[in-house]
């Protein structure tokens, strides 16, 4: 097999939290029209078929066969499709409440969860130099999001944030275990195979659920299938590069280096939102890049676990 680049998974980190950043707000556009629950259905009935596309796509280019399936890629792939369901509503409901970057950084705590998830659930490594960049990225995230009026909405928009960070903390644990519990050769295959079972199984999942509870949502959605589509587009190809990252680094340096992810936020916030920011960022800005810059140094080793 060929020598797979120490740094590849840097690339496809920051790929998918770009991808997500637009994602994320193309959601929150979508909010006001389908409630949360509609908004949260967009990013897996409309990414589904993509996902589908790039697992098609590969096996052509390949030639190889479909992974086998056990159970233990079963029982994870169900740990991270269904908290990643509840993860992206409570994300949604957060943003109703609280600006567009605030609930972002609400989400970046969640690689303090995660790191110590995959070290008891996946025996991940966490050196102290990995847990220090981890640190040290996530309070730069509390400082950029710490202004005068950050707590002006109550401790309902932060609970709902930091609940809404435990659960995509266990996703991602959850799909980094799917993918390893594969044993493929490569990362690939066992990313896109993956991505494509996971999304398979929450569309189905919510597919069922509104027909039995929410039809109307369902029409809604048909409505603005056109905006729902970009959406779906854009969630797919980044959880793809989530998974493709998660295939080569242990979860904890994948989401400590996609907290930059909140810088994108901001200028989402500030040119899309016409949200503004105060000076005081610089710091924290500083100090998230300087995590974010650990991170990579001390995650070298393709394929950790």
């Known amino acids: 097999m060929a020598q797979i680049a120490p740094y590849l998974w840097v690339i496809f980190t920051l790929a998918g939290a770009a ?86 950084a609400y989400l970046k705590t969640e690689p303090l969860l995660v790191a110590a998830m995959g070290l008891l659930l996946l025996h991940d490594p966490l050196t102290p130099a990995m847990a220090a960049a981890i640190v040290i990225a996530v309070a730069g995230v509390a400082l950029i999001s710490v202004k005068p009026d950050a707590l002006t909405g109550g401790l309902t928009p932060a609970l709902l944030g930091i609940s809404s960070a435990g659960l995509f903390a266990a996703s991602a644990i959850g799909y980094r275990g799917a ?50 589509l970009a959406a779906g587009f854009t969630g797919a190809a980044a959880s793809q590069f989530w998974f493709l990252a998660f295939a080569l680094a242990t979860a904890a340096s994948v989401r400590t280096l996609a907290l930059v992810e909140v810088l994108f936020a901001q200028g989402v916030s500030k040119f899309v939102f016409r949200q503004k920011t105060t000076a005081r960022e610089a710091i924290g800005i500083a100090l998230l890049l300087a ?5 990579v140094w001390v995650s070298r080793s393709p394929r950790s676990g």
């Open 19 to 104: 991808g997500q950043t637009a994602r994320n707000a193309m959601q929150r556009e979508l909010t006001p029209a389908l409630g949360a629950p509609g908004a949260t259905l967009v990013r897996f009935l409309f990414g589904f078929p993509f996902a589908l596309a790039f697992l098609l796509i590969l096996l052509a280019w390949t030639g190889a066969g479909l992974p086998s399936i056990n159970g233990s890629f079963v029982a994870w792939t169900v740990l991270g499709a269904l908290t990643q369901i509840a993860a992206t509503a409570l994300m949604l409901l957060t943003m109703e409440r609280r600006s567009f970057v605030v609930t972002i």
């Open 179 to 228: 993918i390893l519990a594969l044993h493929a050769p490569g990362y690939l295959l066992p990313a896109a195979f993956s991505l494509a079972a996971g999304l398979t199984l929450q569309t189905l999942l919510l597919l069922a659920w509104l027909l039995m509870v929410r039809r109307d949502i369902l029409a809604a959605l048909l409505r603005l299938w056109r905006p729902s």
């Open 291 to 295: 995590g974010a810059g650990l991170i």
